[in-house]
């Protein structure tokens, strides 16, 4: 199983950025892909999670109504839409996957691609 996270980089407070993640090697149909996210100091925590069969997504309270998730299933991707980012969004995003339904919890995925920053400047 690979995962590839791209699409970071440095944006202004108000600003758009979209995060990929290319995901192979599954050999299921029932897969979760969630972007997970650490800031310096901070553990790393679930932004947003899609799994890749019914669409069935999650939200943290804290990127609701400004991040969405979507999913190209012919192309095995995930993107995250980032709108109206806060200096408070800027971490490190990771891309995630598992076997199975929908989880949001660190725990529950196997299989973890590189890291991407996001740095929103204030």
């Known amino acids: 199983v690979q995962l590839q996270a791209s699409g970071g980089g440095l944006v202004q407070a108000g600003g758009s950025l979209r995060l990929s993640c290319a995901f192979s090697g599954f050999r299921s149909s029932v897969v979760t892909i969630g972007w997970f996210r650490q800031a310096p100091g901070k553990e790393r925590e679930a932004v947003s999670c899609i799994t890749t069969r019914t669409g069935e997504t999650y939200y943290a309270n804290s990127v609701l109504d400004r991040f969405t998730i979507s999913k190209d299933n012919s192309k095995n991707t995930v993107y995250l839409q980032m709108n109206s980012l806060k200096p408070e969004d800027t971490a490190v995003y990771y891309c995630?996957?598992?076997?199975?339904?929908?989880?949001?919890?660190?725990?529950?995925?196997?299989?973890w691609g590189q890291g991407t920053q996001v740095t929103v400047s204030s």
């Open positions: 995630a996957g598992r076997l199975g339904s929908m989880r949001y919890d660190v725990r529950s995925y196997n299989y």
